[in-house]
């Protein structure tokens, strides 16, 4: 069965500095991947989405994440952030499993950003 | 297009009262899903639907029954309400498979 990681609960940075939210996966079979962002009070928006080829994948935002295999992880990273991207951040799973899509997500990043 | 539409925003309800959420999408999407969020736990899957007339279970599904008779329309019913079941309520939808999901604006329920 497949299961995601968010090694960080909570992650408080300073107004223009880098961040890097860590999220790990297990799978025995390809996987597809994403980040979605959940701003307070509203529903999940996709961030970005791996599917295959390039294994940096670039998002809205300023957001980049890398997928790394041998690792099973696919960090999100923005190197300068901005008080609007306070927000939960939550990465995701999909496998195919008879013609369903099934979502497994992370239990969620809180990013605040301090000026 | 009004993407996805989920009713009520809120609704609190007494241990042991029925109510339907309400979700429906206007993208002629076939795949629909219901998700809880709990501080902690992420989004857990209760039921989906991948198509009018398909539906199967999720992660978490006891307590909660759906039915889809129209593409546009995947409401979720809870029988009786149980204080486990306060939570956050958020619909999803999309096309084919493996492509990005598009979320309701979610509805917050409160079970006494």
């Known amino acids: 069965a497949q299961s995601v990681t968010q090694l960080d609960s909570q992650v408080p940075v300073f107004e223009e500095a880098p961040v890097e939210l860590r999220c790990n996966y297990s799978s025995s079979v390809s996987v597809y991947l994403f980040w979605y962002v959940q701003y307070p009070n509203q529903g999940l928006q996709l961030l970005l989405k791996y599917l295959s080829g390039s294994t940096l994948v670039k998002g809205i935002n300023g957001f980049e994440a890398e997928f790394n295999k041998s690792q099973t992880s696919f960090h999100l990273r923005k190197p300068s952030v901005h008080i609007s991207d306070t927000a939960e951040y939550f990465c995701?799973?999909?496998?195919?499993?008879?013609?369903?899509?099934?979502?497994?997500f992370g239990q969620g990043t809180r990013l605040t950003i301090n000026p | 297009n009004a993407g996805v539409t989920q009713t009520p925003k809120f609704q609190v309800l007494k241990t042991g009262q029925s109510m339907t959420l309400q979700c429906a999408q206007d993208m002629n999407h076939e795949y629909m899903s219901w998700y809880r969020q709990d501080p902690g736990m992420g989004l857990r899957l209760i039921h989906y639907s991948v198509g009018a007339g398909i539906t199967d279970q999720g992660e978490v599904p006891n307590g909660y029954n759906v039915s889809r008779s129209t593409t546009e329309d995947f409401p979720l019913r809870l029988l009786s309400a149980a204080p486990s079941q306060t939570s956050v309520y958020f619909c999803a939808s999309t096309r084919g498979t493996n492509n990005e999901q598009f979320f309701g604006p979610g509805t917050r329920l409160t079970v006494l």
């Open positions: 995701a799973v999909s496998q195919t499993i008879q013609g369903a899509q099934k979502l497994v």
